[in-house]
């Protein structure tokens, strides 16, 4: 029988665990894989299987997720470096550039990423694209910029909303962006970063996959890039 989008999540969320080191302080992202990885995370320590030292996390529902386990969770300003991050995708490419965001807790997911060595990508196989920009990018603008920004997107051909009823744990607004076809994202990822007001554009091509664990009906394959 075909597994469930839940249950592929699952899968992956578990098989992220091999990628944790004992003792260590691992990074962790947010979202619905995400969820099932600080389960596994949380089942493994009820074993005694493996034990962290504690977590670095990119939002406040994963912060909870994890405290409500009983793994302590460090500001990332008191670390210097992560051994891995593990986080989910909207999107990912063959090249391991993804969009994030639409958790809109992309600006805190790129920090916490950039800390880390090694970013293991969790996500079902309906995740992967060959060409970015099907899933409305998320960006993340300062409430002031956000009609001008969207200005910005419609002159490179994608139309911009600010996404309903949604703050960013930075006080900040998300405008959603279709109508993109993100070809060269490292270059564009550049680029939107400078339009005034963008906070953080969720292209992420500089922070990319190391590793993407993509649950199929087949079982965990794993891309490396
Ligand atoms: C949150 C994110 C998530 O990783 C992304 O939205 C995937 O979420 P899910 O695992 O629920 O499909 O970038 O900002």
Request: aromatic share 4%.
């Given at each position: 029988?075909?597994?469930?989008?839940?249950?592929?999540?699952?899968?992956?969320?578990?098989?992220?665990?091999?990628?944790?080191?004992?003792?260590?302080?691992?990074?962790?992202?947010?979202?619905?894989?995400?969820?099932?990885?600080?389960?596994?995370?949380?089942?493994?320590?009820?074993?005694?299987?493996?034990?962290?030292?504690?977590?670095?996390?990119?939002?406040?529902?994963?912060?909870?997720?994890?405290?409500?386990?009983g793994i302590q969770v460090l500001p990332?300003?008191?670390?210097?470096?992560?051994?891995?991050?593990?986080?989910?995708?909207?999107?990912?490419?063959?090249?391991?550039?993804m969009i994030k965001g639409g958790g809109?807790?992309?600006?805190?997911?790129?920090?916490?990423?950039?800390?880390?060595?090694?970013?293991?990508?969790?996500?079902?196989?309906?995740?992967?694209?060959?060409?970015?920009?099907?899933?409305?990018?998320?960006?993340?603008?300062?409430?002031?910029a956000a009609a001008q920004v969207i200005?910005?997107?419609?002159?490179?051909?994608?139309?911009?909303?600010?996404?309903?009823?949604?703050?960013?744990?930075?006080?900040?607004?998300?405008?959603?962006?279709?109508?993109?076809?993100?070809?060269?994202?490292?270059?564009?990822?550049?680029?939107?970063?400078?339009?005034?007001?963008?906070?953080?554009?969720?292209?992420?091509?500089?922070?990319?996959?190391?590793?993407?664990?993509?649950?199929?009906?087949?079982?965990?394959?794993?891309?490396?890039?």
């Amino acid at each position: 029988m075909a597994m469930t989008q839940d249950e592929l999540k699952t899968l992956v969320g578990r098989a992220a665990l091999d990628y944790v080191k004992p003792g260590s302080i691992v990074g962790v992202g947010t979202g619905s894989t995400v969820d099932k990885f600080i389960d596994a995370l949380g089942e493994a320590l009820k074993a005694d299987l493996k034990r962290v030292a504690g977590a670095v996390s990119s939002s406040v529902r994963s912060t909870q997720r994890l405290e409500a386990l009983g793994i302590q969770v460090l500001p990332a300003e008191s670390v210097t470096s992560l051994g891995v991050y593990v986080d989910g995708a909207d999107e990912i490419d063959h090249g391991g550039h993804m969009i994030k965001g639409g958790g809109a807790a992309l600006t805190r997911e790129k920090i916490v990423a950039d800390l880390a060595e090694q970013f293991v990508c969790i996500a079902d196989e309906s995740k992967l694209v060959n060409t970015l920009g099907k899933f409305p990018l998320p960006v993340e603008v300062i409430p002031m910029a956000a009609a001008q920004v969207i200005r910005a997107f419609g002159k490179l051909g994608g139309t911009g909303k600010v996404r309903e009823g949604v703050t960013t744990d930075n006080g900040n607004v998300i405008v959603d962006v279709t109508g993109l076809q993100i070809t060269a994202p490292a270059q564009f990822e550049s680029d939107i970063n400078q339009i005034p007001g963008v906070v953080t554009v969720g292209v992420f091509a500089r922070n990319k996959a190391s590793v993407c664990l993509l649950g199929t009906a087949q079982g965990v394959k794993t891309l490396t890039f």
